[in-house]
């Protein structure tokens, strides 16, 4: 259940280096990116955003996965408000970036795949078991001793969710 609630994001705009110096005591400016954005999503339900660059889906999306905080307003997951119970809002929420960049290209998916499951303190068969099932769910098995550079982008994008999904 995702509940976000009259939620306003504002970015500050940095100033140049010579309003710096000319008006050093001066708020910088800020960009309005959601202004009273309000939405619930039950549970199981699937839901699209829509909209011109710029509209404010990305930072809606970081709201929801605890990336940013809202500057008004509030922002639920399954009960938890993210401002307040990150963590605990943040265990029901991957987010995954475009961005591919935390993967070791020279390593095959399935020796990043153990790195991160290191990480988070998962070891032998239990690992072995949890990597084999992600690389199942995301049609990636086959492919698991390829070094990540020879992987398609769609290939890092769906290794890209393997890492997401929790290891625990």
């Keep these: ?4 609630d009259n939620v306003t994001m504002k970015y500050p705009i940095p100033k140049r280096l010579s309003e710096c110096f000319l008006y ?3 708020k910088s400016q800020r960009r309005i990116a959601i202004r009273g954005v309000s939405l619930y999503v039950a549970e199981g339900a699937c839901v699209g955003l829509l909209g011109p660059n710029g509209a404010g889906k990305t930072a809606l999306l970081k709201l929801i996965g605890g990336l940013l905080y809202p500057t008004e307003g509030r ?3 399954n009960g938890y408000e993210t401002q307040k119970q990150n963590n605990s809002a943040r265990q029901s929420v991957s987010y995954v970036l475009n961005e ?3 993967f070791y290209w020279r390593l095959t998916g399935i020796q990043n795949l153990e790195f991160f499951a290191a990480l988070d303190s998962l070891f032998g068969a239990k690992m072995r078991a949890r990597i084999s099932e992600l690389l199942n769910l995301t ?3 086959g492919a698991e001793d390829i070094p990540v550079s020879g ?3 769609g290939m890092r994008q769906r ?3 393997c890492h997401a ?3 625990t």
């Design 1 to 4: 259940m995702i509940h976000v």
């Design 139 to 141: 049609g990636l098995n």
């Design 24 to 26: 050093p005591l001066r």
């Design 165 to 167: 999904i929790k290891f």
């Design 75 to 77: 922002v639920f997951v």
């Design 100 to 102: 591919d960049r935390g």
């Design 159 to 161: 290794l890209v969710c």
């Design 151 to 153: 992987y398609s982008s």
